[in-house]
């Protein structure tokens, strides 16, 4: 009776806290995991990648370790010199693109600036161009307030999204006159947690993905509507679902699903007119950015835009399979106890092992992921409890012995 009793409050515990807000942001680390191990699944997406100038290297003695992705450089035009980026523009003007997002900060550097004109004339000729810039929350007292359009239909809570009060980095004037923004503000190390929304000032504003994606489908900002901690509402039916915050969980491999090139590899095609793979950029999101850095934060804008475009968003599975879960294992702990200790340990390996098998199965197929915090914990819990309780002794029986035959 007190085993059951046992299992009974342990298992009504897991169940209240399946649903704890604090128990979800901690099962992150479990989807992080999950993600950055699943494959991407679904069809291609119309986004092409190009990759223009060398990859930026941070070099690490052997006793030291690598700098958090936070601070380590992320992609920053200073390294690529405005004659590339020209180059790039006037090779696929000829296949008239729709919209370019570029994602480094374009800050040239002091002696790149007599290039500048250059990249000009070229960037001009664009018809959509989408330039990147930073937010912050500590702007210069004495600079004048930035104006930033935001959306028109929004409900819910909009202190709980990253609020900001001002511009810290943008292109020159000239190079905004010619193009609109797009806000690369990342509130944490996590790339599969993308935020999609910002608090400017009290207006919800986009952030950098969400803004080529609209730009691209040709959505105006005044047809979205949008409710916080659930989803946004576009033209025709879909739905992009968002967390309390604003973000969107975002399968980091998702950017595989487009094409990549570097600038050499598009300046070769680019001299291929007939049956050219270039084609297709007319209906295609193009984003510019530079090379990965091993050190710095992973391509998560790509994969945002390529989630976006597939229309295909991970989704948590039904609190059904969290109480059906933990039944299994209060039933499976209840016969724990009879079990001896070592085929208690190597069965508690072989759950925790399926679990996760089948986690990986139905993520992959299905884009449901399921907890991981409260079923494993229970598990483990259910089973240290098991592997502590004592065992009943084996009594030897009295066994009556025959009387031995008389001799003869």
């Not at 690598?66 to 296949?95: C, H, K, M, Y």
């Not at 290039?115 to 007292?141: C, G, I, W, Y």
């Not at 509507?225 to 309390?244: E, K, V």
């Not at 012995?401 to 008389?406: H, L």
């Amino acid at each position: 009776m007190q085993r059951l009793l046992l299992a009974i409050v342990i298992v009504l515990t897991a169940l209240l806290l399946a649903r704890d807000p604090y128990v979800e942001k901690a099962d992150g680390f479990f989807l992080d995991w999950l993600l950055r191990n699943t494959p991407a699944s679904g069809e291609h997406v119309p986004l092409t990648v190009v990759e223009i100038g060398a990859a930026p290297i941070v070099e690490t003695q052997p006793n030291q370790t690598a700098p958090p992705a936070s601070t380590a450089p992320r992609g920053n035009a200073s390294a690529v010199s405005p004659l590339e980026f020209a180059l790039f523009f006037q090779a696929i003007l000829d296949f008239r693109p729709t919209i370019v997002a570029v994602e480094p900060l374009l800050k040239w550097r002091g002696r790149d600036r007599d290039q500048e004109q250059v990249f000009l004339d070229q960037a001009m000729r664009v018809p959509k161009l989408l330039l990147s810039a930073e937010l912050t929350s500590t702007p210069d007292p004495d600079a004048p307030p930035t104006e930033i359009p935001g959306f028109v239909h929004v409900s819910g809570r909009r202190g709980d999204l990253p609020t900001y009060t001002g511009v810290q980095r943008q292109p020159d004037e000239d190079l905004r006159l010619i193009s609109s923004l797009g806000y690369i503000n990342l509130s944490g190390n996590s790339p599969t947690r993308v935020p999609l929304l910002f608090n400017y000032r009290g207006e919800v504003i986009p952030a950098f993905a969400l803004q080529a994606f609209l730009s691209w489908a040709r959505i105006a900002m005044s047809e979205v509507q949008i409710q916080i901690g659930s989803h946004i509402a576009l033209p025709g039916g879909r739905r992009i679902p968002i967390d309390w915050d604003g973000s969107l969980t975002v399968n980091p491999n998702a950017s595989k699903l487009g094409r990549r090139f570097s600038l050499n590899e598009l300046l070769l095609l680019a001299q291929q007119r007939q049956n050219s793979p270039l084609q297709s950029l007319h209906d295609e999101l193009i984003l510019v950015r530079t090379p990965t850095n091993p050190l710095a934060s992973p391509d998560v804008f790509a994969a945002t835009i390529a989630t976006l475009q597939s229309n295909h968003f991970a989704r948590r599975v039904s609190v059904v399979f969290d109480c059906a879960v933990i039944l299994l294992i209060a039933v499976l702990g209840s016969r724990g106890v009879r079990a001896s200790r070592v085929d208690l340990l190597l069965g508690l390996i072989a759950f925790t092992a399926a679990y996760c098998l089948i986690a990986f199965l139905i993520i992959s197929r299905y884009a449901i992921w399921v907890p991981g915090l409260v079923p494993l914990a229970t598990a483990w819990l259910l089973g240290i409890l098991a592997f502590a309780w004592p065992r009943q002794k084996h009594r030897a029986e009295a066994t009556d012995i025959a009387p031995s035959p008389p001799a003869p």
